[in-house]
């Protein structure tokens, strides 16, 4: 008898402030939409799906909205069961969203992945086309990289896609590794 494999379903999450492009990214990379047109349902659990081969395997991946929620500093710990990926998201024209995320991570490590130094996370300096009024420089958010367990690091543009297919693809394997 020929054994069907199951398609994987790899949950990935996106986390950081209001306002970074988390929405936006989702939407460019899944569906080539900008400026984003809103989610249709409110109503949790908000996600996008998009079919795709990583390492050779046929999966699904899922991608994780917070929609709204991380307005509430804090995301109810039922969001992030059983995530395989979080991508961390800031917005490079704005401090205040990279100081937040020391307390994402720590949330997220709280919440799914318990390893500091070898868990399933890498990071998005968003808004790279916008850059003129740029307050975090590359090698600032290198830093907090490397003290955090060296998460990859990628400068993306929801506007033009730069890098989201590099980005995401390190996503999906990282995701397949810790299924
Ligand atoms: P979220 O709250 O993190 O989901 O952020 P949104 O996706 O709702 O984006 C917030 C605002 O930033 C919206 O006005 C977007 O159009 C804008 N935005 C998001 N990503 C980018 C980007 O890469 N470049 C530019 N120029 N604007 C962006
Ligand atoms: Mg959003």
Known sequence: MVSKRTKLQLKIILLGDIGVGKTS?????VAQLFPSTQFVTRIPPDFLVKDATVNDRQ???QFWDP?????????HKP????SH???LVYDINNEKSFQSLKKWLKECHDACFHDMHN???ILLGNKVDDGEKRQVTPEHALQFCAENGNIPYFETSAKDATNLQEAFGTAARFALGYK
């Open 25 to 29: 990214i989702l939407n460019q990379h």
């Open 59 to 61: 999966v699904t991946l």
């Open 67 to 75: 929609a709204g929620h991380e307005r509430f500093e804090t995301i």
């Open 79 to 82: 969001w992030y069961r059983r």
């Open 85 to 87: 990926c979080c991508v």
């Open 119 to 121: 868990s399933p996370v």
